[in-house]
C-alpha cells in the first residue's frame, strides 16, 4: 500500500504545486494520473520518491514513511520504488545488456559496478527480462541503435530489474507512435499483473489511460478531482478535470490504420 497524507510542495518561488493531496494505493493496482499540463502529476509523483523534496506530508509505502529518511536511509529505500521516464534516460552508449543490469546499481557495490561485474544471477535475470519485454537476441545492441518503443522496453526491463514494489511511471508513452503506445501500456499492465506492482502513470493521454489502467486519479491545479475507475471517467466528467482543454487532441490519428515504428514485437 501506497499511503500520501496531506501532501504539499511548495517550490522555492512560492509556488503551490500541491496544496494538500490525499491519496491510498493499494499493493497490485495500476493508476493513471490524469489532468492539464501543470497540473502537478510530475511533481506528485517526484515527491514519492524525493526527486522533488514535498514541503510537508506524509508519503508512506507499507509501513516505512519515506520523507523523513535521512540521505543514507533514502537511497536504501529507493530500490523498493523503479522510475520509467518519457525520454527513457537510458546510456546511449552503452549495450541493452548494461542498461538493463544498471538497475541493480543500488545493490551492488561501488567496485563491481565500477567494474560492471555483477553477480551471474543479475546476467541472468536480465536475459529473462529482455525476453519478457519482448527484446530477446538485442542484448549486445547499443541503445542508441534503438527504435523508441524499443528502447522504453529496456527502461522498463531496467525498473524491473529493480525488483521493485513501486513504479513511478512518467508519461512512458509521449515519445511513442499510437500503436507503440498501446503496446508499452499493455506491457505495463501486464508486468504488473504478473509481478503484483504497484504502478503510478503520469499520462496525457486519456484514451490510454481508461483501456490499460484500474483507476484514474485526475488533478487539476494539484486538487484531486477525480477518483474513479476507468468506466467511472465519462466525457461528461473530463471537463471537470480538464477545463476548456482539448483533452482528446492527444488521440486525434490514434487508428489501428497508423503504423507502429517496427520494434520486432507484435501488438
Ligand atoms: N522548480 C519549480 N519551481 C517553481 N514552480 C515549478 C517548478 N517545477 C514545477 N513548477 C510548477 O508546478 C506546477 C506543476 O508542475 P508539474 O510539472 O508537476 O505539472 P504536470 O501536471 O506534470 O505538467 P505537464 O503535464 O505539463 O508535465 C506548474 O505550474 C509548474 O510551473
Known amino acids: 500500500m501506497l499511503t500520501l497524507k496531506g501532501l504539499h510542495k511548495r517550490y522555492p518561488d512560492g509556488f503551490v504545486a500541491l496544496p494538500s493531496v490525499d491519496l491510498e494505493v493499494p499493493t497490485g493496482q495500476l493508476v493513471a494520473l490524469i489532468g492539464p499540463s501543470g497540473a502537478g502529476k510530475s511533481t506528485l509523483i517526484r515527491c514519492i520518491n524525493r526527486l522533488v523534496e514535498p514541503t510537508s506530508g506524509s508519503v508512506k509505502l507499507g509501513e516505512q514513511e519515506l520523507t523523513t529518511l535521512s540521505r543514507g536511509e533514502l537511497r536504501r529505500a529507493r530500490r523498493r520504488i523503479a522510475m520509467i521516464f518519457q525520454d527513457y534516460a537510458l546510456v546511449d552508449r552503452l549495450t541493452v545488456m548494461e542498461n538493463v543490469l544498471s538497475g541493480r546499481l543500488g545493490y551492488v557495490s561501488f567496485w563491481q559496478s565500477w567494474m560492471r561485474r555483477f553477480p551471474q544471477a543479475d546476467v541472468d535475470r536480465a536475459f529473462e527480462l529482455l525476453e519478457t519485454v519482448g527484446l530477446k537476441g538485442l542484448h549486445d545492441r547499443r541503445a542508441d541503435a534503438l527504435s523508441g518503443g524499443q528502447r522504453q522496453r529496456v527502461g522498463i526491463a531496467r525498473a524491473l530489474m529493480q525488483q521493485p514494489e513501486l513504479l513511478l511511471v512518467d508519461e512512458p508513452t ?21 509481478h503484483n506492482l504497484t504502478a503510478i502513470i503520469n499520462i496525457h493521454d486519456v484514451p490510454l489511460a481508461r483501456a490499460y489502467t484500474d483507476r484514474i486519479v485526475g488533478l487539476q491545479a494539484g486538487n484531486v478531482v477525480f477518483d474513479g475507475k476507468p468506466q467511472e471517467l465519462t466525457d461528461a466528467v473530463l471537463p471537470e478535470i480538464y477545463g476548456g482543454e482539448d483533452w482528446n487532441k492527444d488521440a486525434e490519428g490514434d487508428d489501428a490504420t497508423v503504423p507502429a515504428e517496427d520494434d520486432g514485437v507484435a501488438a
Open 174 to 194: 509521449a515519445s511513442l507512435d499510437p500503436r507503440t503506445a498501446r503496446q508499452v501500456m499493455q506491457l505495463l499492465g501486464d508486468l504488473c499483473k504478473a
